[in-house]
C-alpha cells in the first residue's frame, strides 16, 4: 500500500493529474490518527474567533491540526466538523482546499485508502452489476469541469433565533470549488438502469458508529442521476480531493446541499422504489413552504427532503461593530450565490431595506459559482451604519427582508446585516 501524506496533495500538478496519473500513484492520503490523539489531547488553540452566534456560546478555536487543513473553526472533533472562516470569501470566489469547510455525521472515517484496490460498486436495479477501479474512472470517461457552491443545509444554523439544536455553525459551512470528474450519467449507463428505476443511492466508506445506527446515505431521483449534470469528482480546484472533503471520489449535485454530495462515495445502487431510509425520511426535511419557513411553535406542517438551494450574500470585508471612516465612501464587498441558478444582481442597504443601490458584479465563473459584489456607500458624519446585501437569482428569486427559520436550521436564506461603527479612530 502507498502512503502519501496528505500535505503533499497540494503539490500535485493540475497537468499531472488531469493526465491521470497523480490521482492513482499518489491516492493514498494518511490521517495522522487524529480520531483517536485529539480527542486526548484536544488541538491547541492558536487563536479564537467569535462567531457573534445570538444568546449562545459564539467562541471558537482555530485549529491547524486536522491533515490538509490550515486554520478552520474548530466545531467538534469527533466526527470533524470544521467551519471555513469568513475571512477566506473575501480572498476570492473560489475557496481554497485547505480552508474548505469539513463536516461528517460518523466518525468511523478511513484514514487512509488505497487507490489501487478502491472499487466504486454500481448494483441493485440495473442491467449488470460492476465494479470500477480509480483508474476506469479517470480514464474510461469523458471529463467534465465547473465551478459549485458546496453548502451544508445547515450553513448558519448557530444564527437562528430562535435558537435550535444540531451544529452551531456561523456562516462558513459552505465554500465554492471548481469540481473536475465524469458524469454520474455516463457511469449509471455502464451498468444500465432496468426500467422502472425510480431512485439511485449513494453510500460512502465511512460507518456508522453503532451497529443499530444508519449509515450515511442519499439518493437522488433517477431522472435527477440521468441528468448529465452530477458529477463524480475526483479533484478539486485542480488537485485530488482533500482526504477530509471526501477523496478519492465524491458526488456533486450542483444546486442542491450539500447532504446529497455523498464523500469517499463506493456504493451505488438503483432502487425500483422511492428510498425511504433514514437520511432520506427522517433527517433533512424541510417545511414545504418558500424557504422552508415556518412560524416558531408551530409543528403541525407538510415537510419534504431538503433539495434546491437559495440564494445568499454576504459582505466579508466589514466586520460587526467595526469602526470605519465618518463621512467618507465605505467600500462594501462581498460574495453571492444564486442557489440552484446564477447571480442576476446584488443590492445594497443602509437604512434596514427602505432604499437599496446596485451593487457591480465580479465575473461570472458559472451559475453554480459564487459570484463578487462591489459597491461604494457612503457613510454619516457619526453613528451606526448598517450593511445588508440583497442577492436576486437569475429565476427572479430574492433572498425575504424577514430571516426564515425552522426547527431543523435549514436553508437560511433572509438577507444579513453588518452594522459598522463611523468615526472614532478607524
Ligand atoms: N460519506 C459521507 N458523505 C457526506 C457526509 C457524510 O457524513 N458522509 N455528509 C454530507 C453533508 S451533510 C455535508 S454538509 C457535506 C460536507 O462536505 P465537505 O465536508 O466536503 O465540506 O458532505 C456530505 N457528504
Ligand atoms: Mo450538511
Request: proline share 8%; net charge positive.
Amino acid at each position: 500500500m502507498i502512503r502519501h501524506d496528505a500535505k503533499s496533495d497540494s503539490r500535485l500538478s493540475r497537468r499531472k493529474l488531469l493526465a491521470g496519473g497523480a490521482i492513482g500513484a499518489a491516492g493514498i492520503t494518511a490521517l495522522p490518527a487524529f480520531a483517536k490523539s485529539l480527542v486526548a489531547r484536544p488541538p491547541v488553540a492558536n487563536s479564537v474567533v467569535d462567531l457573534g452566534l445570538p444568546n449562545r456560546p459564539s467562541q471558537r478555536a482555530l485549529t491547524s491540526e486536522f491533515p490538509g487543513k490550515r486554520e478552520m473553526i474548530l466545531q467538534r472533533i469527533r466526527p470533524p466538523l470544521l467551519e471555513t472562516p469568513l475571512s477566506a470569501f473575501n480572498q476570492g470566489v473560489i475557496t481554497p482546499n485547505d480552508r474548505f469547510y469539513v463536516r461528517w455525521h460518523w466518525n468511523e472515517i478511513p484514514g487512509q485508502i488505497d487507490a489501487a484496490t478502491f472499487r466504486l460498486k454500481l448494483h441493485g436495479h440495473v442491467e449488470r452489476e460492476i465494479e470500477l477501479s480509480l483508474d476506469q474512472i479517470l480514464h474510461g470517461f469523458e471529463r467534465i469541469e465547473y465551478t459549485a457552491v458546496n453548502q451544508c443545509s445547515g450553513n448558519s444554523r448557530g444564527l437562528f433565533v430562535p435558537p435550535v439544536p444540531g451544529a452551531q455553525w456561523g456562516h462558513g459551512a459552505m465554500g465554492n470549488a471548481r469540481w473536475t470528474g465524469v458524469r454520474l450519467r455516463d457511469v449509471l449507463a455502464r451498468a444500465g438502469l432496468k426500467p422502472g428505476a425510480v431512485d439511485v443511492r449513494f453510500a460512502g466508506l465511512d460507518e456508522a458508529l453503532l451497529p443499530d445506527a444508519p449509515k450515511f446515505r442519499k439518493s437522488l431521483a433517477a431522472e435527477h442521476a440521468m441528468d448529465g449534470e452530477v458529477l463524480i469528482a475526483f479533484a478539486m480546484n485542480g488537485v485530488q480531493l482533500p482526504l477530509l472533503n471526501g477523496f478519492p471520489l465524491r458526488l456533486v449535485v450542483p444546486g442542491w446541499y450539500s447532504t446529497y454530495w455523498v464523500k469517499m462515495l463506493s456504493d451505488i445502487e438503483v432502487l425500483p422504489r422511492k428510498d425511504d431510509n433514514y437520511w432520506m425520511t427522517k433527517a433533512y426535511l424541510v417545511p414545504k413552504a418558500p424557504f422552508g419557513n415556518v412560524a416558531p411553535g408551530v409543528d403541525d406542517y407538510p415537510k419534504e427532503p431538503i433539495s434546491r438551494m437559495v440564494p445568499r450574500s454576504l459582505v466579508t470585508n466589514l466586520a460587526e461593530g467595526q469602526r470605519v471612516a465618518a463621512g467618507r465612501p465605505l467600500a462594501v464587498s462581498g460574495i453571492a450565490l444564486g442557489g440552484d441558478c446564477g447571480v442576476a444582481k446584488v443590492e445594497i442597504s443602509t437604512d434596514h431595506g427602505a432604499t437599496w443601490r446596485m451593487a457591480k458584479l465580479g465575473e461570472d465563473a458559472g451559475k453554480y459559482s459564487f459570484r463578487r459584489f462591489d459597491l461604494a456607500v457612503p457613510v454619516p458624519a457619526a453613528g451606526t451604519l448598517p450593511v445588508t446585501c440583497r442577492c436576486t437569482n437569475t429565476a427572479g428569486v430574492s433572498q425575504p427582508l424577514a430571516m426564515n427559520w425552522n426547527p431543523g436550521g435549514y436553508m437560511r436564506a433572509g438577507v444579513e446585516t453588518v452594522t459598522v461603527i463611523a468615526g472614532g479612530g478607524a
